[in-house]
Structures are given as C-alpha cells and as structure tokens.
C-alpha cells in the first residue's frame, strides 16, 4: 500500500518533468506542428477583416493570359508597357513577383540568331538585328520609374549567383545573422540590366511548414555571410523612399532578452517598425479571399482602369493562373496565389495590424504548465479523481479561452497546446497510479471482508476504503446473539450421521446469516449452532439498533419456513420431527472494533462489555419464556418497536443491574391501542411487582396472560415468584433486581 501511495506523487511528477522536458525540446517539431495548428483553426474561425489599404495586385490571371494572345513570359515590351502604364498611375512602388532570369526570346537580336542558321535569311537577320533590344527597353523603363523592385530566388545549391541589394542594413543587438536560416547558398537573379535599373530588390522565398502552408512571410534572408530583403520589405522601403533597415535583435536598447539570444525582435523599414518572429519573419493575419484587392493585368495593358485606385499604392505584379505554378495554401485558403501573402503582409504593416508571439509568452506558458500539473498532483492525492478532472478541465478550458481571447483581442499567440498536453499527462499518469492504489486497497478490503459482510457491503467498502479505520477504533453497535434452543435433543436424531447435523447447521445459518446481511448486519463468528453479529462496524449505520430489531423478527419468520420444510422432510422420511427452536439476546453499547488477533491470525471482531451481555441476554430468552430478549440501551435507541420490559436483572458475572425487555412486534404493532393498553397494564403489574404488592401482581395476571398469550411464560415466571415471596418476604430493602446464576 505505501508503494501505491508514493507511486501517486511520484509518477505524475516525473510524467509532469518528462512534458516539461518534452516542451523544452520539442522532439520532431511535434508540439510546434500541434500550436501552429490551432493557431490556423483561429484564423479559420475570425481571420482578420479586410480594411482598404494602399496595396492592389496586378494579376497575371488566366483572362488575361488569353486576352494578351501570348505565351509567359510576355515579351518585355508588353512588360513595360506595363510598367509605365503603372508608373503613370502614380503607384508608389511596382513590386514584381517574377524573376526575370533569362533574356526576352521575343528580343529582335534573339530571333536574329535563329534566322541567321536559315538558309536565305542572312538579310532579314540584319535587319532584325537593327531593332531595339526587349530587354534594354525594359531596363529603361523601369530605370524612368524609379520605383520597382525586382525580385529573385535563393536556393541551396552554391550555383555562383548573388543578387544584387539597393538597400543597406543596420543592427541594433545580436547579429540577426545568427537567428535566420542558413542553408541558401546560392540564388537565381534577375537580369543585371533590370537589377541595376531598380530601385529595390528582394526575394520572393518562403519559408512553409512541413505541411507546405504559408503562415508567415520572411522580411529578411540570409545568403551565406549577407543579409538581403523580401519583396515585401523593399516594396515598403521603396515605396518610402527609405535607403536602408534597422534590424533590431536580443540584447538592442529597449528589448528585454535577460541575456539570451532570442532572436529577431523587429525590423525597421522606414517610418514602420514591424514586429517579427525570432528568424526575421511578419506573423501573417490573413483574410478570405478578396476581389477588391485585384486588378487583372489585361486591364492595365488595355488602359481600362482608373488611375485613383493605384495612386499611392504599393502595386504587387503576379499570378493566380494555375499553369504558372504560384498557388499556396494558407490557414484560410488552400489555393491562394503566393503574391497575395505578400500582399497581405505589407497591408498589415500599412495598417499597424500585427499578429504576434511576443517572447514573455515562452514563459508565461511554462509557470502555466507547471501550475496546472503541481495542481493536479495534490488534486489527485488529496481531492480524488473527480475534483482534478474538474479542476483540469477548468484550467485547460482556461487557457484556451486566455489563448483565443488573446488571439482575438489583441492579436498575441498564446500557446494553450502545451500546458493542456501536460495537464492530460499528468491527470492520466496519475489517475493511473490513483487506480491502481484503490485496486489494491479494493482487493485487501474484499480479502479482510469477504467473510463477515454482504456483498454489497463489501464492495461499499472497497469503494471506499477511507470508511474503514483498521487496527481497532470505539463505536456504539448494536450485537446480537442468536442460539438453537435444546440444541443436544436436535442433534440426537444424527448419532450416527454427522454430516446430517452438519448439513442441517448450515441450512439453518445460512438463511439466518442472509437475514443479517441484507440489513446491514456483519457477522462476527459462528460457535456451532450460535450465530455472533453486530451492527454499526465496519460501515456507519444511524439506524443499527433498528436494523437489528428487524433482523431478529425476521430470523423468526425464516426460522418458521425452514421448520415447515424440515417437518415435510421428516413426514416423508417417517422419521420424528423436532422444530429447530432459537434465542435472540439484542444489547447495544460502546465496544472496540478492529482486526484483532496475532500476527499470524486475526479477525475483525469486536471487545466491550456491552457485547457479554448481549450473549448473556441471549441465555435469558429460555428464563422468560420469550424470543428476543433487548437490553436498554437498544430500547432507547429503537423507540419505536413494540417491546414490553421483561426484568430488572443483573445477570451472571455482573453486579449492575439492567432493564431487559421482550421485543414482540413492529412499530404498527407497538401504535395500536391495544397494545397500548396491554403495556400500561404491564407496567403496573411490574410496578406492584417491584413495591411487594403481591395482591395486585396476582390480580393483573389473569389479564395479561389474556392480552399477550406470547408471554404466559413470563406470567407463570412472576407467579412464581409471587408464591415465593410470601413465604419468604424480600425485606424493605430489596430493590427488586432478579439475580441469575446461570448464563
């Protein structure tokens, strides 16, 4: 048992260590997959509402693709037809979503050559090469724009590429090197005319989950020893007119980091300071889907727009056609176009709407997950299952509403994952350790209880076994003992049949034991033919002098069925019938109650001295004549069951004198008025008794051996007596106590 209970506290607590060491480690990613997880049900239940903001895409969609009439890529003069047309709209920046790796195949110099390997075609190819380059004309335009950004890929493979930057970078803290991802060696550019021509120049990379779903968008990369910018971040440098970024990390004035190397706190981009991730990235709170946020490009190409609605906006050049590749899942969509993540993140920057992880959240969900395992713990030990599941079940529901009203009132990621894992852990191991303990003490208390109780008395104990108090404790019972009556005449008829006597033994005691126990009664012992119980032990009974009223009539009751059977046995065997006969003696006191015994035996039984004279009660039924025999301490206690007083009696061994009554019926029974009546008649035949008025004793006889035939013996017992007192008078100082000598 004592093994059990430290298992209790001990196993939790180290289930409670190994989520903590779970929660530090994050062994595969599996928690963050589980937190980023939740966080996207959030956004699925309220993204974020749409608010205009100064950001439209320029969408390279599949009308327009087929209203252009031409294969992607366009040819560059198409592009910078584009481009101006955008420039004159007053866009405050033109961010292209596309790399342009390649030289335009549509530029007259490009066909030139193939012409040229044509037999007869050497003077066209002359001419050709006379025309204007595609790409030069693109780089023209953009350089007359001053306001695009062109856009690359970094991958890892070191293929001795670099992008061109137009921005310079300043740290404040950490360098923010340390906490962006390194594995890009290499990039595929756009070409160095259009680089040059630019005013900015960013990567357009992401970096997914393992699920491939966009949920953030990077505003800085790492390429090798360098720093370079997203589209999204030169798209708001540009469109600012700034010249560089000020990234500020762990240990920079301002930002709390207690001496860790956190990471990225936030990146300066102009007039705005964006909140980032530890490795450089927006948190992207998205929307659904939105048309205003589209222009198709088919339209700008045509004209067939109004300037206003890209005056001042950052203008974003992409694709939603699905043959070009660029779909992306996010939380909300799972086809979105990869320009609008883009899009969306420099809204929320423009808006000052920004979903954070701030870093005081790692520890507030550590004190948390503690907490609420440490509370479960002393819950379970001293509060039961229950009132720890109650009390998890709060804590986690706690937690998750704490997570989602941070969500949406204040746009923090608070993770509820981790503290709720703990806490499911913690309330398993240890309801584990808790149910293993209670099978234990379940299987001891069946072991020790199978043979004194019922069934159902058993299992309420094994239920509970706080109930029972081992090793002996002082409770008022009520006992009861019960005897066969001319017991050596009975057995006469088994001389030479013992285990005739046997077998009638056992069919008497067990109906009269199943009395017993189907009114909360323990058996005590058998002695032969003497069945010993009690009340009020090992369960607590309010009601125990009642239930061993009840229980006595009713051994009667079964006590006759069984001698009806027997005298039928005895008819059809031709052999004599003698009814079985019993005694019932019934005293209520204090008594210890306990497993009591030797080391190598004990019993669950009971010492007082309320419990001899319960058997020496039981011995005085055959002395007056009558059934049950009740001591004055279980009258009290049963008020209500018809009993009339027998004797003023100090039997053998004691010199205290006590009431002793007959118990003859039910409380419907002690209610009438002709019970009523015959009691009071009784109680003054007693009472004339008791003052040698042996006049009136005689004269009250003939009535009440009339009212209450089941007493004659009494009576007769009481004539007796009253023929011996007038020949020999008691004295004045008799007290008129009957003092038996014998058991």
């Known amino acids: 048992m004592r093994i059990y209970k430290q298992t209790g506290l001990v196993v939790p607590a180290l289930v409670l260590l190994l989520a903590l060491l779970l929660r530090g480690l994050d062994p595969a990613g599996l928690l963050t997959d589980f937190r980023v997880l939740v966080f996207d049900y959030y956004q699925r239940i309220a993204p974020r509402e749409y608010q205009k903001a100064p950001v439209r895409i320029i969408d390279i ?74 790409d030069a004309l693109l780089a023209d335009i953009i350089g007359q724009a001053k306001n695009v950004v062109t856009g690359f890929v970094l991958v890892e493979d070191d293929n001795g590429q670099k992008p061109r930057t137009r921005a310079g970078f300043a740290a404040a803290g950490d360098d923010p090197k340390l906490f962006l991802p390194g594995y890009f060696k290499g990039a595929i550019v756009t070409l160095p005319a259009f680089e040059q021509a630019a005013a900015g120049n960013g990567s357009f990379n992401f970096h997914p989950g393992r699920d491939l779903v966009i949920r953030s968008v990077p505003l800085l990369f790492r390429l090798n020893n360098q720093l370079l910018p997203s589209i999204a971040a030169e798209g708001l440098r540009v469109a600012q007119g700034a010249r560089s970024y000020v990234v500020k990390s762990s240990g920079a004035s301002g930002e709390t980091a207690f001496g860790a190397a956190s990471g990225i706190n936030n990146i300066k981009i102009g007039a705005y300071e964006v909140p980032t991730t530890a490795s450089g990235e927006l948190q992207v709170h998205f929307t659904m889907p939105v048309a205003e946020r589209y ?7 045509a004209g067939d727009f109004d300037p206003a609605l890209l005056e001042g906006n950052i203008v974003l050049i992409g694709t939603s056609a ?65 009132r720890a599941a109650l009390f998890g079940a709060g804590a986690i529901a706690l937690a998750i509403g704490l997570s989602w009203y941070g969500y949406r009132a204040h746009q923090l990621l608070i993770d509820p994952v981790s503290p709720a894992l703990a806490g499911f852990m913690v309330y398993m191991s240890g309801s584990l350790a808790g149910y293993l303990r209670t099978e234990a003490e379940k299987k001891q208390v069946r072991g020790a209880f199978a043979q004194y109780l019922s069934p159902a008395l058993v299992e309420q104990l094994a239920a509970d076994p706080g109930r029972l108090k081992l090793g002996g404790e002082t409770r008022e019972m009520t006992f009861l003992f019960c005897d066969i009556r001319g017991f050596t005449a009975v057995s006469e008829q088994f001389k030479g049949n013992p285990q005739g006597l046997t077998k009638l033994i ?93 080391k190598q035996r004990f019993d669950y039984s009971v010492l007082g001295d309320a419990v001899n004279l319960a058997s020496r009660l039981e011995g005085q039924s055959k002395t007056y004549g009558v059934d049950v025999v009740v001591g004055e301490a279980t009258r009290a206690a049963a008020p209500g069951w018809a009993m009339l007083e027998l004797d003023l009696i100090a039997v053998k061994g004691k010199t205290e004198a006590v009431r002793i009554f007959a118990l003859l ?62 020949a020999e008078p008691p004295g004045e100082s008799w007290d008129g106590v009957f003092r038996a000598t014998s058991k």
């Open 506 to 598: 056992n069919r008497f005691l067990t109906p009269m034991t199943n009395v017993i126990l189907d009114r909360k009664g323990t058996i005590d012992k058998y002695m032969g033919d003497c069945i010993m119980a009690f009340w009020n032990a090992p369960l607590d009974d309010p009601k125990h002098a009642d239930n061993a009223c009840a229980s006595s009539l009713r051994m009667f009751e079964r006590l006759e069925e069984l001698n009806a059977k027997l005298e039928s046995e005895a008819k059809e065997q031709n052999i004599p019938f003698v009814p079985i006969k019993i005694g019932v003696g019934l005293n209520t006191g204090e008594c210890v109650v306990g497993n009591m015994g030797s």
């Open 295 to 301: 222009l198709p490009a088919w339209k700008i190409l």
């Open 665 to 726: 019926g039910k409380a419907e029974l002690a209610a009438s008025a002709e019970f009523q009546q015959t009691a009071a008649a009784h109680d003054a035949m007693l009472a004339a008794y008791r003052r040698q008025d042996w006049d009136a004793v005689e004269a009250a006889l003939p009535d009440l051996r009339q009212r209450c035939p089941e007493l004659d013996e009494l009576y007769d017992l009481y004539a007796e007596r009253v023929a011996f007192f007038r």
């Open 61 to 134: 969609d599949d009308d327009s693709l087929g209203r252009i009439g031409l294969q992607w890529p366009w040819p560059r003069p198409v592009v910078a037809e584009m481009v101006a047309q955008l420039a004159n709209a007053g866009a405050a920046a033109i961010v292209f979503d596309v790399v342009f790796a390649e030289p335009d195949r549509t530029s007259p110099a490009q066909v030139a050559q193939i012409w040229e390997k044509l037999t007869g075609a050497g003077d066209i190819a002359g001419r050709l090469g006379d025309l204007p380059d595609h």
């Open 322 to 386: 699905a043959g070009l590749r660029d779909i992306r899942p996010s939380p909300i969509n799972p086809v979105m176009p990869g320009v609008e993540a883009h899009a969306q993140a420099i809204e929320q920057v423009l808006l000052g709407h920004f979903l954070q992880r701030p870093d005081w959240s790692e520890g507030l969900e550590w004190v948390f997950t503690i907490l609420l395992g440490g509370g479960l713990i002393l819950l379970l030990l001293r509060g039961g299952a229950l």
